[in-house]
């Protein structure tokens, strides 16, 4: 059931995106997309002790709506894909354990969701599993702390700085039946290749990932015989405005012009003008929310009839920048159709 | 070309192991299985400044081996699959990232490498990719760090802590051709799910894994309708001593008698009685190097026909181990069969 196009995994039967749940932070809930996400919680906490079990609580809280949504109980679900940004994922371990369903933990830091998508469309398509449950989770406290100064310092953040989302999204994705006019499939997707350009700034990631943004999509428009035109929206995870800027003109000195149908999830999660996110969001959870909260609602109601999500992500960890390695990025493309 | 039994995943077309390398360090080289390895290195840093770098060093080294026993160009390998231990994975990603290769990342702690082949060998069987590399590495100096205590303290080890594998093993699938007789395919495999026993001693992994690596055999040997006689060999990836215990306890309680074709890899690298390494082996590289170094080598001559791996995973971290988290406990299992 499963084929390839050059690089791409082509989904013969497309795996329909039966539920999705979005859960986000206070200053989440304020921003433009305030109005879509499910939940919206006041307490950075969540109810927690610590901003760690604040984000498995996200994790858990978005995955149990997800199942509720789509009439699932987790005994129905045959494979959860899921993973985080936090050392050895643990938000996915603790915020997923009491589901227990057998678990494909990923590492693709901020593009998780869309390489959660990606494989977990793969196995479906393929018949390993009728249902998977992709999950992932970002929570600015714990990223900040983590990867760069611990919050209580107050340290000042450059403009090229983003804001990481805390929230999580889960998506059910089903191969029971075939999609349904008006549903919302997985028609194809590419697994992308880690890009190095030597970029060491860890508040930069947007320069850090754009590359890899650009080879993905145009391993995927070259592969499926595409155009930018063939999409109402080519949505980068987590570029911002400096990442945004530089996939433009990257794929302009190609020729590849995408300027009415290309944005990126990191510029309309919050308002830069007046929210104080510097060049834009980032997270594990950006393009997973907006997807799951905004995206997906735009598709089921015609709105946009075929996204393109290239799920960016930049790999690196405080022990490596401290030694002087430079940000990898990556890009894994999701093909999201409306169902004629 | 997938299907499922029980929670199983099925290859009808099973893919070929068609290369294997093994890179370790010194004291795995002086262990019972050192004469196995294809590299084993005196030094600890493998030449690097860091630790860190060190082990992106042994997956460099382990992913070329294997490439080039394949005789396979980068260029010609369709996706890697790769994860580790170490924060964020970055001796998966700054090991591999000069290929070029797509990109799968992994986070499965020490079942990495069943985590791997298994997603690896479902993406070849069911025809989106024909040649995957799956790769895994740990070191020990590296882990203790990061897991325990700085090495410069010299702190005692209790007699249930387990010495972490300092190694790579990277596998080449393909499934450009249907295995031959005597080529090594992966006929099934299983996601395992994550199994919480409320283990809170990060020195004590072998008992927070064995519940996950019970529940996994049982649930592959009934799904696939197998026993124990079915195998030469059911190998767990690092229980160790008082894992190793624990699962033929627990399976005996359940009139699962494993005693004859048990054994656990984690007790096989190294030596206990001269080597210190109290209940045994763990990392990720130990189920690794011991299955490409010594029991594919075990399979190609026909010592063992049909061998059942089941990686262990102990998921958790520092701070979750510092927050009062208990250490949640994943095996996957991986069938490799000797084609007659």
């Known amino acids: 059931m499963g084929s390839r196009k050059g690089k791409c995994m082509v989904f013969e039967r497309p795996p329909v995106l039966r539920a999705a749940a979005?859960?986000?932070?206070?200053?989440?809930?304020?921003?433009?997309?305030?109005?879509?996400?499910?939940?919206?919680?006041?307490?950075a906490y969540f109810g927690e002790k610590t901003w760690e079990k604040a984000e498995a609580s996200l994790q858990?809280?978005?995955?149990?709506?997800?199942?509720?949504?789509?009439?699932?109980?987790?005994?129905?679900v045959d494979v959860v894909l899921a993973g985080d940004l936090i050392n050895q994922c643990t938000p996915s371990t603790?915020?997923?354990?009491?589901?227990?369903?057998?678990?494909?933990?990923?590492?693709?830091?901020?593009?998780?969701?869309?390489?959660?998508?990606a494989v977990g469309a793969a196995l479906l398509n393929a018949g390993y599993a009728k249902t998977a449950l992709c999950v992932t989770s970002s929570h600015f406290s714990t990223a900040e702390r983590q990867f760069r100064m611990?919050?209580?310092?107050?340290?000042?953040?450059?403009?090229?700085?983003q804001w990481t989302?805390?929230?999580?999204?889960?998506?059910?994705?089903?191969?029971?039946?075939?999609?349904?006019?008006?549903?919302?499939c997985i028609r194809a997707a590419l697994v992308g290749k880690p890009v190095d350009m030597g970029i060491v700034d860890a508040?930069?990631?947007?320069?850090?990932?754009?590359?890899?943004?650009?080879?993905?999509?145009q391993q995927f428009l070259q592969d499926m015989d595409c155009t930018p035109a063939s999409f109402d929206l080519i949505a980068t995870g987590d570029l911002g405005a400096l990442g945004y800027?530089?996939?433009?003109?990257?794929?302009?000195?190609?020729?590849?012009?995408?300027?009415?149908?290309?944005?990126?999830?990191?510029?309309?999660?919050?308002?830069?003008e007046t929210q104080e996110v510097e060049a834009g969001a980032s997270g594990c959870a950006c393009s997973a929310v907006v997807l799951a909260g905004?995206?997906?609602?735009?598709?089921?109601?015609?709105?946009?009839?075929n996204v393109l999500l290239v799920g960016t992500g930049a790999l690196m960890s405080p022990t490596s920048f401290q030694q002087g390695e430079s940000i990898v990025g990556i890009a894994h493309c999701v093909w999201l159709s409306r169902q004629p």
């Open 22 to 43: 979005s859960v986000v932070g206070k200053k989440e809930g304020e921003g433009p997309l305030g109005h879509c996400f499910d939940v919206v919680n006041e307490d």
């Open 60 to 76: 858990r809280t978005s995955a149990g709506l997800a199942m509720q949504k789509a009439e699932l109980a987790p005994t129905q």
């Open 94 to 117: 603790f915020g997923l354990v009491e589901f227990g369903i057998p678990f494909i933990g990923l590492f693709g830091a901020c593009s998780t969701c869309a390489e959660g998508l």
């Open 150 to 161: 611990p919050l209580a310092y107050g340290a000042q953040r450059p403009p090229t700085a």
């Open 165 to 184: 989302v805390t929230g999580s999204g889960a998506f059910v994705l089903d191969a029971g039946m075939p999609a349904k006019s008006g549903e919302i």
């Open 203 to 217: 508040n930069n990631m947007g320069a850090a990932m754009a590359p890899a943004a650009c080879d993905s999509i």
């Open 245 to 272: 800027g530089i996939v433009k003109d990257l794929l302009g000195r190609d020729g590849l012009v995408l300027d009415n149908v290309y944005d990126d999830c990191g510029l309309m999660i919050f308002d830069r």
């Open 294 to 305: 905004h995206l997906l609602q735009q598709l089921r109601e015609g709105i946009l009839n």
